[in-house]
């Protein structure tokens, strides 16, 4: 499981909250989201996470910020469009891809993404009035891509199974982590 954080969501720190959720999900990553914050903020943040999920196995992934993952030796996860013009990728070593369609995740792919987060899969609260992308869609792109698929967006855990069905490597909750309701 990975989750991916989002501070303005809730109304404790948010150090405390991935606290409680390494705690009770044991993620095997964490994805650090929080684009509110300046690149100051950002990498403080970071270093506290770091210091958090110390000896604990868990990946973390800088999002959006390239210069920081260079700066704190951290794989990077990005929008398709920010990936799409960045430079010098092979000196980011691991780059995760947001993608919402077929063609997105398949130029990722050729591009040089290391694996792509692909949804919403089902209805999200943080995607409220978009249509969810589903299922068929999503085990499509597990089909027709050569690297890790990993799903988001309204999963839990009763529909998981589901979409792990569909070939994907692992699944991301975001909202269910920041409120522990997963």
């Known amino acids: 499981m990975i989750i991916f954080t989002d501070g303005k969501s809730i109304d404790i720190c948010l150090i405390d909250r991935l606290a ?3 705690a009770k999900y044991k993620p095997s990553e964490i994805v650090i989201r929080e684009k509110h914050l300046n690149d100051v903020e950002y990498a403080y ?3 506290k ?7 604990k196995n868990i990946k973390l992934w800088v999002n959006g910020r390239p210069e920081i993952a260079l700066l704190k030796h951290l794989s990077l996860h990005i929008g398709y469009t920010c990936f799409t ?3 010098d990728m092979e000196k980011y070593g691991e780059i995760s891809v947001a993608v919402h369609s077929l063609e997105e ?4 792919e050729k591009l040089g993404a290391s694996r792509i987060v692909f949804g919403h899969i089902f209805d999200a609260e943080c995607k409220a009035g978009l249509p969810a992308r589903g299922l068929e869609l999503l085990s499509e792109i597990c089909t027709r891509t050569n690297i890790p698929v990993v799903a988001i967006g309204g999963i839990n855990a009763d529909n998981k199974s589901s979409v792990l069905k569909c070939g994907t490597s ?11 309701t997963y």
Not at 49 to 55: A, K, P, R
Not at 170 to 180: F, Q
Request: with cysteine; glycine share 0%.
């Open 20 to 22: 409680e959720c390494i």
């Open 45 to 47: 943040l970071v270093d």
């Open 49 to 55: 996470i770091m210091q958090l999920s110390e000896d």
């Open 85 to 87: 013009k960045l430079k």
């Open 105 to 108: 995740a398949l130029i990722a």
């Open 170 to 180: 692992d699944i991301c909750i975001m909202s269910s982590a920041m409120m522990l």
